[in-house]
Structures are given as C-alpha cells and as structure tokens.
Nanobody, 122 residues
Framework: QVHLVESGGGLVQAGGSLRLSCVAS????????MGWFRQAPGKERGYVAV???????YYADSVKGRFTISRDNAKNTVYLQMNSLQPEDTAIYYC????????????????WGQGTQVTVSS
C-alpha cells in the first residue's frame, strides 16, 4: 500500500522559512505526480503546488515566488521549501500523490499523508 509521511512543520515567525518533506513508500513513486495542499482553520482545503513525474512545477498564485516544490525520485521524497512565510500561510499541509499526469484538483489525488502543521506568528 502507498504510504505518505510529511514532516518539517512547526512554529515560525513571519518572514521565516520552513522546508516540508514527504517520504513515500510503495511502488511507482517516480511515475507519480505529487502535490502539496493545505487547509487553514475554518477554510476549505486548497491547492498549493504540484510537480509532475519529470519535474514540471505549478503553483497557486498565493505562494508563487515564495514556495518551491521539488522532488528526489531516488529518495522517494517530495519537498516544499517555504520562504517569506506569512500568518495567512498557517494551515495543515498535506502531501498527496496520483498516478500519471499532474493536475491541480485535489479530487484527482489518490494517496494522502496525514498532514503536518505549519503555524506562522506575526
């Protein structure tokens, strides 16, 4: 069974940085698109960034220029580097995966981690 585990969340002051990691177990990681989604308190879960199997990247407008998604297929790991964090970035961040092509619709993603909390203080 595919299993995703996020790490790297925590409490950071506004303007600071965090790097989230997601380690996947199971087959065919290198052929999967991977994404990061987040859910703030009282809000719907939304798209943050996705990366295709061959490294193409896509970002939500709210994080473009501040966040960078990357992957290391040899380590079965996807990363989210978050810079210039703001209080509105506070959310639970979820790693997700799907087979084949990248999309930004969370309903297309079959595999999900349990999330890691990111809290940005002002």
């Amino acid at each position: 069974q595919v299993h995703l585990v996020e790490s790297g969340g925590g409490l950071v002051q506004a303007g600071g940085s965090l790097r989230l990691s997601c380690v996947a177990s199971g087959p065919t990681f290198s052929s999967r698109a991977m994404g990061w989604f987040r859910q703030a308190p009282g809000k719907e879960r939304g798209y943050v960034a996705v990366i295709s199997w061959n490294g193409g990247t896509y970002y939500a407008d709210s994080v473009k220029g501040r966040f960078t998604i990357s992957r290391d297929n040899a380590k079965n790991t996807v990363y989210l580097q978050m810079n210039s964090l703001q209080p509105e970035d506070t959310a639970i961040y979820y790693c997700a995966g799907k087979d084949y092509g990248a999309t930004t619709d969370q309903n297309d993603y079959r595999y999900w981690g349990q999330g890691t909390q990111v809290t940005v203080s002002s």
